[in-house]
């Protein structure tokens, strides 16, 4: 019975070991034999040595393509209309009876007298020499007004029209006062703009500009005061606001050749006018002589000078008088522009300025707006001197 139980256990033995080596087999046979992986072999310049053996570098990811952002143009600039000749001789009235009518008053008052004694008529006088009247036009006026008042009487009219009258002739109703702005031959006229820098010179020449653009003529800019770095880039700006082309050189080049090249342009464009605004240094009369000639000279090879305008401030009085007086001597001044005449109860510098120059004061300017700058009437003037 023993020997029984010795072969049952052995039997078993040998079945669980047959059964442990049949799964193993088949586990064997499951899993496929193993190879080797090949190296990648790229071309030396591809690729990177690595002890003998090429390895390909990792590919970089492709770079993004920039988004092309769309192209917007600049929008095109809003030109302004600038106001007619008539707007601005109603506001050259309404500006000056605002500003100048102490003057006007002062002598209707005095004028207005009971009776006119000598203290009154030196009263008179004096209110004319502190308006800048001057001191020949002044004796010139008392006289006329002591005639006419004293002599003549009641037959002269109120003292308010024979004062109106007087101061009219005074003005100079007889002057030309057109702005010679056309050439010949089909040419463009050409204005010189001269003047000290602080008159308001470069402003001036762009609201000349606005004027002749109310007119619907055509006009090239020059900007041949090349000194001052701000006066090209404002003359420019003037410029852009109406549509007008300006011709422009580097700071410091020389000013003769803006101004030739900007009358050349106007040539070949046939355009009406064109306006040049010149340096305001007056250091010396012999250094400011010797460039505004220059200038003149080297415009009058293409075509003549039509207009040389002197501006002046209002406000400067005796000083303004002393530059007058130098330009005149340098170039032949045609007409006079008077800035800041809305701001000053000195009215009589128009009288004074042309007695000392002998030409017309042609255009005044009103305030700081950009179509503050009117021809000038003697008639409307003296309206609104006496308020």
């Known amino acids: 019975m023993l020997v029984t139980l010795i072969v049952v256990i052995a039997v078993v033995v040998l079945a669980l070991v047959g059964l442990t080596v049949g799964l193993v087999g088949r586990r064997r046979k499951a899993a496929p034999p193993s190879r080797p992986v090949p190296p990648v072999v790229v071309p030396p310049e591809e690729g990177v040595s690595d002890g003998g053996t090429t390895v390909a570098e990792p590919e970089a990811p492709p770079a993004e393509q920039p988004v092309a952002e769309p192209v917007v143009e600049p929008a095109a600039p809003t030109l302004e209309k600038p106001e007619s000749t008539a707007s601005r001789l109603v506001r050259l009235r309404q500006r000056l009876a605002g500003s100048q009518s102490g003057l006007g008053r002062g002598l209707l008052s005095l004028l207005s007298r009971d009776r006119l004694d000598e203290e009154t008529w030196e009263d008179i ?8 009247v001057g001191v020949a036009p002044t004796q010139e006026l008392v006289e006329k007004l002591r005639t006419r008042l004293r002599v003549e009487g009641s037959a002269a009219g109120d003292p308010r029209t024979v004062l109106r009258e007087e101061l009219v002739e005074l003005v100079g109703p007889g002057l030309d006062r057109r702005l010679q702005i056309s050439g010949a031959d089909g040419r463009p006229g050409v204005v010189l703009v001269v003047g000290v820098n602080g008159t308001g010179k470069t402003t001036t020449v762009g609201k000349i500009a606005r004027i002749l653009v109310a007119e619907d003529r055509s006009v090239v800019l020059g900007a041949a005061d090349t000194f001052r770095a701000a006066a090209s880039e404002q003359l420019t700006t003037w410029g852009q606001r109406v549509g007008v082309e300006v011709v422009r050189g580097p700071e410091g080049s020389d000013p003769a050749s803006v101004a030739f090249e ?12 064109v306006i040049v605004d010149t340096a305001g240094r007056l250091q010396n ?25 002197l ?11 002393i530059q007058a007086r130098v330009f005149s001597e340098v170039v032949d001044v045609t007409g006079i522009v008077l800035t800041k005449l809305d701001g000053s109860a000195k009215g ?40």
């Open 348 to 387: 009589g510098i128009v009288v004074q300025v042309q007695r000392e120059l002998g030409v017309p004061v042609k255009l005044v300017g009103l305030g700081e707006g950009p179509d503050d700058l009117a021809p000038f009437s003697p008639e409307a003037f003296v309206d609104a001197l006496l308020g």
């Open 262 to 273: 900007a009358v050349k342009d106007g040539i070949d464009k046939a355009v009406d006018t």
């Open 285 to 309: 009369k012999a250094g400011l002589m010797d460039e505004l000639g220059k200038v003149k000279r080297v415009i009058e090879k293409q075509t003549p000078v039509s207009e040389v305008l």
């Open 311 to 321: 501006v002046l401030d209002a406000t400067t009085g005796q000083n303004g008088l």
């Open 125 to 132: 006088e004096d209110l004319l020499l502190t308006a800048d």
